[in-house]
């Protein structure tokens, strides 16, 4: 994703040599702050307990002030949303009071994982938008020790901004990225050599996800001889904008060639900012036109941007699922990722961006925040499901590691205490050491905790899953059918990527469940599902219908027959709930007796349902 914007000279002469200079002033904070990261560690908790010392939750635990790491340890809980949730609900109500932080809230982030169907709502300050854009700072002089000439050309990045809504006391919430472009951070951001894009803020501001889309291709395309990097903030993001120019290729070269912008573009902001860049180019017209006419789309990227040096996009865990993808439209440029961030905080960066996206580690920026590791072990190889060591005590969580103490090889869950007024707070994100900067470890992302279905943002858990499958099973009983079995993958083979689910079923007379009858089920299905699956299916279009395939009685029976051969014991095995293992996946696939799909998009509004019923 695209870096903080850095102030520069204005001035031509000198610009070369104070690019230089920034970049090496940045490699050196870097080399500090992970040379000294146990001390800056020690710094950062300090910090956060002194000035947030008499704040209600702190005082409700009996902190009484202390700063060390040992009294802190202690007393305060290791914690999830849930147990926040009711503090949380305070303040989004309109309590003003020090309840988490000393300093006002200023907003919700609203997080793609959820609490009863619903996005998380992760409380955040207004100097948080300048430790963001710190960590943005150190992507470029990062990257330009292994790709230089970066700063001679410009950024195609496809970046947009998603509804919010206001919580009953008046704060908004949203996406933290949405918070970031609609700051003055990035809307007033300083001329500099490494936040030169082709998309106008006008554009990427636009709520229209179509008009947005459509007029960031059309700036890409006219502006394609100076783009040497391209990216999206994750790899389905990225994938989606390459599927929408191969729809919309013939009306954007019409554009091209006239020098206007097409009617459905209706945005006065947007097409006022575009009309700014595009000029009649008839040569660039044809030359578009016969790339995108001449049959398959391989290596459609450098084609039509030929200078391009790497997609910068995020493709660790679930987003590995599109590196094929990727690999075909761009004849297998460098897959980039430079960032590692989430709602509740910004992490850490890639310090080897050009390595295998298989090999993608993180360094924790020790500044950001203070982190503490929880050990975690692999259940099961073949499915792939992690979880924490078995029947963790009160005690154990408490004596959490620290940060230069982790160990090389080893799983844990990362929890954070943040300058917002997080304290101890599983974020749900499993990292496993692989290396070290310094006294700073490095981590490979591993997984999301729990989640066993995502398409794009969506994080569907098994226990949310259950109960929406369990919800649409309900309907079949009138038909003296009932679910045996199923699981489910996420079939990313087309764009959008879509929940695939196999049932197997228990049916008295088949011939008497009408296809609707299914296509129903798939719906309920769609309906239990949570609000960022809800907003991915019917505004963003990044999820595409749900199916259901029905498999022959005895198909579980063979998937655990498969699974006791790879190795797993009869004694632990339980039925994956999510299969990602190809033979797995052919061996149900093999199977399929009839298959359905949702007939229609699932109801979805911004905000909570309870503002909704309030207001």
Known sequence: MPEAPKILSDSADCIDDIVVENNNK????????????????????????????????????GLNGCTDRETFKKVIPVVTYEDLKPDIERIANGDTSPILCSQPISEFLTSSGTSAGERKLMPTIEEELGRRSLLYSLLMPVMSQFLPGLDKGKGMYFLFVKSEAKTPGGLVARPVLTSYYKSSHFKNSPNDPYTNYTSPKETILCLDSYQSMYSQLLCGLFQNEDVVRVGAVFASGFIRAIQFLEKHWSLLCKDIRTGTIDSKITDPSVREAVMKILKPNPKLA???????????????????????????VIVTGTMSQYIPALDYYSNALPLVCTMYASSECYFGINLNPLCNPSEVSYTLIPNMAYFEFLPVTRKDELTGSISEPTALNDKEKQQLVDLVDVKLGQDYELVVTTYAGLYRYHVGDILRVSGFKNKAPQFNFICRKNVVLSIDSDKTDEVELQNAVKNAANQLLQYEASLVEYTGYADTSAIPGRYVLFWELSVKDSTLIAPAVFEDCCFTVEESLNSVYRQGRVCDKSIGPLEIRVVENGTFDMLMDFALSQGSSINQYKTPRCVKYAPIIELLNSRVISSYFSPKCPRWTAGHKQWCTQN
């Not at 001390?39 to 702190?58: F, G, K, M, T």
């Not at 044809?286 to 910068?312: H, M, N, Q």
């Open 286 to 312: 044809d030359f578009v036109e016969a790339e995108c006419s001449k049959g398959p789309w391989k290596g459609i990227i450098t084609r039509l941007w030929p200078e391009t040096k790497y997609i910068d």
């Open 26 to 61: 940045v490699l050196k904070f870097i080399e500090d702050v992970t040379a000294d990261a146990d001390e800056v560690q020690r710094r950062v908790l300090s910090e956060i307990l002194s000035r947030s010392a008499n704040v209600e939750y702190l005082q409700r635990y």
